[in-house]
């Protein structure tokens, strides 16, 4: 498969650039130049496979010129091999609603089921080049950890994680800042989610020192990422056995719920896909009602959602433009004036496929109490956001992509009823280790000198 930029595509990148570059130089974000679309009978074969063959049927329409099918497979294997459900995971239901949980593994959110594979891709991509790669990516919690339970220990590789310094929860961060192997940095950014993600675009950018350090990235615009999310929607709709399902997806960055619609352009038939926010809700406002335009990052108690600049959207504005990149460039500099609008046209192409919802803190907290209450079962704070966009939309056989482990949140499900789920036994240790970590000024210069200094 080759791919292009969102900004220019008139020029093509395969498999082995677009994983470990992450970004296009231009500043856009790569895509496939052509999706496959599976027929119905297409899709009835690949029903009845367990989540590890699906993976690879899927994954390897896209990686074929880097990674043969066989090794894929043993790839794939080896990285779910690190969860605790055998099948990856794991389909419950909460009243009416499904729930769609994604959290088995290793550091409890969603994000290990694609990072677990990345990490194992790397090792791969290493075992053929003789080099050494510096990671350096941006978390508003779960990321952070999910990429260096993946990397840490693996030859070659550094990772540096940026995170919001007392922006994520206790848990998040012991998760990450008890890791002892020699390759995992982490730094606590004195800002927020988007001033991390500001620096390393800004560090990516600067082509001179990104290339001085063979930097990589593993922000949630990875496309490795998102095909390797793409597989538990198909996954999931051939459990339920409807003929269609929709979606709600509590989203941040706009990587879960484009790997959705991905799936839906594949041919998968999805229904809606709903784009649940927090208080956050520039996404809510840009989908029903055109209105790009951020604001203030407001602290919540879903802080992996606190994000007002979703990544992950350049991907839909470049498709709902008929794939034209010279339009999406023109967008994207509006965006980064602060000024878009999404126009009635694309807006209408937009809801044919999206339905989108907010939910405010006390929404969020009454929505885990009433859950508890109704069917004493404790949903994390960003499970309960989607739960809430879906109630409120009251959509027919919806499923619920369930984010996070609750045990991550303890803070706010004490605060909604009082009590909160202990961690997996194997993680427990993690609450009283010593943490590790280094406090930075929210500054390019300070990260870069940092990176310097241990690369
Ligand atoms: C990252 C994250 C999200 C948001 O996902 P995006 O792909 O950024 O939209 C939602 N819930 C949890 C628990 C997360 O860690």
Not at 80 to 108: A, M, N, Q
Not at 374 to 381: G, K, R, S, T, V
Request: charged fraction near 25%.
């Amino acid at each position: 498969m080759k791919y292009v930029s969102t900004r220019d595509n008139t020029k093509e990148y395969n498999f082995e650039r677009v994983f470990i570059k992450g970004l296009a130089d231009d500043g856009g974000l790569y895509v496939p130049i052509s999706l496959k679309k599976y027929s119905t009978d297409e899709l009835l074969e690949l029903k009845n496979l367990n989540y590890n063959e699906l993976s690879a049927e899927i994954i390897n329409l896209f990686s074929s010129d880097f990674i043969s099918k066989e090794e894929l497979s043993f790839l794939i294997k080896k990285s779910y091999s690190t969860f605790r459900e055998k099948e990856v995971v794991k389909i419950s239901s909460v009243g009416e609603l499904k729930l769609l949980e994604l959290f088995h593994g290793p550091t409890l959110a969603f994000k290990d089921v694609a990072m677990q594979f990345i990490g194992n891709l790397y090792e791969y991509y290493l075992s053929k080049n003789d080099k050494k790669i510096n990671i350096v990516v941006a978390t508003s919690g779960d990321t952070g950890a999910a990429a260096i339970d993946a990397i840490k220990g693996k030859s070659n590789l550094n990772i540096f994680v940026l995170h919001p310094n007392n922006r994520i929860s206790s848990v998040q961060r012991k998760i990450m800042t008890t890791v002892e192997e020699q390759n995992v940095f982490n730094i606590a950014i004195n800002g927020n989610f988007d001033d991390c993600q500001n620096i390393v675009k800004q560090i990516f950018s600067d082509l001179e020192f990104s290339k001085s350090i063979n930097m990589s990235g593993v922000n949630s615009i990875n496309w490795a990422r998102i095909i390797a999310q793409t597989v538990y929607y198909f996954f999931s709709y051939f459990k339920l056995d409807k003929e269609t399902v929709s979606f709600s997806v509590p989203t941040g960055n706009f990587g879960d719920v484009f790997a959705g619609y991905l799936a839906k352009k594949m041919g998968l038939p999805i229904d809606k896909l709903i784009v649940a926010t927090n208080e956050n809700d520039i996404l809510h406002r840009a989908i029903s009602k055109g209105d790009y335009v951020s604001r203030e990052v407001k602290e919540t108690s879903s802080p992996s959602m606190d994000i007002q600049l979703a990544s992950n959207f350049e991907r839909l504005i470049y498709y709902i433009n008929n794939s034209d990149s010279v339009k999406t460039a023109d967008i994207m500099k509006k965006i980064k004036q602060n000024s878009y609008q999404i126009d009635k046209s694309n807006l209408e192409i937009i809801q044919k496929d999206f339905l989108s919802e907010s939910c405010n803190e006390q929404e969020t907290l009454d929505i885990i109490k009433k859950n508890y209450e109704e069917n004493n079962m404790i949903l994390d704070p960003h499970t309960a956001v989607g739960v809430g966009a879906a109630n409120k939309l009251s959509i027919n056989d919806c499923v619920v992509l369930s984010t996070a482990h609750p045990c991550k949140f303890p803070e706010a499900t004490n605060n909604a009823i009082n009590k909160n789920e202990k961690l997996p036994e194997e993680l427990r240790y993690v609450l009283d280790k010593d943490e590790n970590f280094q406090v930075l000024k929210n500054n390019v210069e300070e990260v870069k000198n940092f990176i310097k200094s241990k690369v």
